[in-house]
């Protein structure tokens, strides 16, 4: 009777508990692998995790700067580079990114352009042209060492493509915006992204990080 | 009956198909608090229209309760949402699952017990709120297909959706207590208020 009594509970169990932990179970997987293991939950943090551990290579870009040089960005390898990017129509979070790059070229101005530069890449080269790069470098007090440039050619899928190897996501709106990714990367003199700052509001972590590294 | 199916067919196939459903879509607020619950609700009407067994609580009830819960959690994730409106495969599969949650929690709810009624109440609610607290104050967008203030907006909108669901059901509690009181109910059938209305559940 003992055993039949234990028998029968643990079937009791097996048929009453198993159903709803498999159903748990399946749905911790599935969640598992759509955030990369409870870590990426947004596009832009899939994306990043998506292009690979640190360090890892940039890929290069063609540019316009301020100054209407056409260059590749991988021409300032040999010095500590602090990338992002942004659009000066941005009307959210490019303002702050700006303002902390603002910050970090008051902290750093010394170790600039000797050591490192600060580079702000527009998705935008329609409307941030050269002229406008420059007014909006020039209201920031025409730092040396910051580089305000633009893609030379309009956003496509082979430049898609490189931005998504480095982990920055973008996608051009109906209404002329961009929806991108906010972070901001550090190459080291090779080249290599060795550390990514998440969002704007970073500048002290930045400074700290690049007074480090310096 | 012929005619309450062919009406909720119509209903679903008129919420799942452009133009309602991009314009659903169109907005964060919308599409979260709009089309969603409207599936759900809609998956407990065809719950309703095809005669289907009412779970027990104890084995496949509570399979359909971690169902819906797993489901809530995944269609609210920020890349979930993303690839619901970029993608119009991933977007039918959102519109098939919630109108499985609505018919599931139709199946289920009924049969369970005040206090897991409770549970799912409570986890659902500082889910929404949760949520709510990120999409309202984040500086930066989490969505890549909606602006930061299409977002902000959903964040306060769901807020107060979640206050008012909070008020109903602590109205309804509090009511619930009373009757108990005032019909001089013995604390066993406070303790298992299923036990008193289950004429009431089909």
């Known amino acids: ?214 | 009956m012929m005619l309450q199916r062919a009406c909720w067919v119509i209903c679903v196939a008129v919420t799942v198909c452009p133009p309602v459903d991009s314009f659903l879509d169109g907005s964060m607020s919308r599409h979260m608090l709009l089309q969603m619950p409207l599936l759900v609700v809609l998956g407990c009407a065809g719950g309703l229209i095809w005669p289907l067994p009412r779970l027990q609580f104890a084995s496949l009830g509570l399979s359909a309760i971690i169902f819906a819960m797993g489901s809530m959690v995944f269609w609210m994730l920020p890349r979930s949402l993303d690839a619901a409106v970029t993608n119009t495969w991933v977007d039918q599969v959102m519109h098939l699952n919630m109108l499985t949650v609505g018919c599931f929690l139709l199946l289920s709810l009924p049969r369970m017990p005040f206090q897991a009624k409770m549970v799912f109440g409570i986890y659902s609610l500082a889910m929404a709120l949760t949520a709510g607290v990120v999409y309202m104050t984040a500086v930066v967008p989490v969505c890549t297909t909606y602006s930061l203030q299409h977002q902000n907006e959903a964040g306060a909108l769901l807020l107060w959706l979640c206050g008012a669901i909070f008020i109903v059901l602590l109205g309804r509690g509090a009511f619930l207590l009373s009757a108990f009181s005032d019909t001089g109910a013995d604390e066993s059938q406070m303790n298992h208020p299923t036990l008193v209305h289950s004429s009431d559940s089909r």
């Open chain 1, 1 to 214: 009777m003992v055993l039949k009594g234990k028998y029968g509970k643990l079937r009791l169990l097996r048929t009453r508990l198993f159903p709803p932990l498999l159903i748990l179970a399946a749905w911790l997987g599935v969640l598992s692998w759509w955030t990369s293991g409870f870590s990426a939950f947004t596009t832009f943090s899939h994306t990043l995790k998506a292009a690979g551990d640190l360090p890892r290579a940039a890929p290069s870009f063609h540019i316009r700067d301020q100054f209407g040089v056409l260059r590749e960005t991988d021409t300032f390898n040999g010095r500590h580079v602090m990338l992002q990017f942004s659009y000066l129509s941005c009307g959210d979070v490019c303002p702050l990114s700006m303002a902390d790059y603002h910050q970090m070229h008051r902290a750093l101005s010394s170790r600039m352009p000797s050591e490192l530069i600060l580079l702000t890449v527009s998705f935008d080269p329609a409307r941030d042209t050269t002229e406008r790069l420059f007014d909006t470098w020039s209201h920031h007090g025409q730092p040396a060492g910051w580089y305000l440039a633009a893609l030379s050619s309009p956003l496509d899928d082979r430049i898609k493509e490189d931005l998504s190897r480095l982990g920055v996501w973008v996608s051009s709106q109906k209404d002329s915006r961009f929806n991108h990714s906010a972070q901001a990367f550090l190459l080291d003199p090779e080249g290599q992204v060795v550390q990514v700052f998440e969002g704007p509001g970073n500048s002290d972590r930045m400074i700290a990080a690049l007074e480090q590294r310096l």
